[in-house]
């Protein structure tokens, strides 16, 4: 008896599985995913970004109906990887926008989720990590939660120009959104990812997660070496 049908639910949440917020979306699955793009690239990290991503370009691959926007799938894909691009360059304007007013307001403070998702330590952990890579961490920041929404707001803040930061985060944008939609039509198609596609998410949500495991564990062993972390939860 196969048991990953009946643990993966208790893995992954329905908000946060890919393939159910797809299917339940319907003919409106590409739109809604384009929209939770936006908004997790804008102001909130607790968002199924990656495996969305992925799950999408798996869909095209597979002629799925609901993900359907021409007679000729390559062109589906095409238009799909420009919309997903699109919707993330306009979540980091919105994230750069919050950055230069609204930051100290949003990150003071609370008890909560809200307060632990918003915290003033995340804001700085990711300052950190601005500081360290200058302009690249628009680039590299895309591949770390909290760090892909956060480090828009920082740059925002810090005061880069929009020139300078609008050019490094739509190439982010579209080796991120593009990239890993691109991956999921091409590996879409084989049968195991077929077959157990909530298996291949949670394996890319545990992957994304990665890089916060490994600073959390380097900032453990550094502490008395005064290395700045790049993410905590």
Same mark, same amino acid.
């Given at each position: 008896m196969n048991l990953l049908p009946h643990l993966v639910p208790l893995l992954l949440p329905d908000w946060l599985d890919p393939e159910y917020i797809l299917t339940h979306l319907g003919n409106w699955a590409l739109w809604g995913a384009a929209l939770i793009v936006f908004v997790e690239c804008a102001i909130f990290p607790v968002l199924p970004g990656d495996s969305l991503l992925f799950a999408v370009g798996m869909f095209v691959a597979n002629d799925a109906q609901i993900i359907h926007l021409s007679s000729d799938k390559v062109s589906t894909l095409l238009l799909s990887m420009l919309i997903l691009v699109v919707f993330a360059v306009l979540g980091n304007v919105v994230g750069y926008w919050v950055g230069k007013t609204i930051s100290p307001w949003l990150f003071k403070e609370r008890s909560g989720f809200i307060g632990k998702v918003f915290s003033a330590k995340h804001l700085q952990q990711t300052h950190d990590f601005f500081e360290r890579y200058g302009p690249r961490a628009l680039i590299l920041g895309r591949f770390v939660p909290f760090v892909r929404t956060f480090i828009t707001m920082v740059a925002g803040a810090a !005061? %880069?120009?929009f020139r300078t930061y609008i050019t490094y985060t739509a190439i982010g944008a579209v080796i +991120? @959104? @593009? !990239?890993l939609t691109l991956l999921g039509f091409f590996l879409g198609t084989i049968p195991f990812i077929k077959t157990n596609l909530e298996v291949v998410l949670i394996a890319i949500v545990l992957v994304s #997660? =990665? &890089? %916060? #495991? +490994?600073?959390y564990v380097r900032s453990r062993r550094a502490a008395s070496g005064g290395t700045a &972390? =790049? %993410?905590e939860d």
């Open positions: !005061g %880069m120009t +991120w @959104a @593009a !990239g #997660v =990665l &890089p %916060m #495991v +490994w600073e &972390p =790049l %993410m």
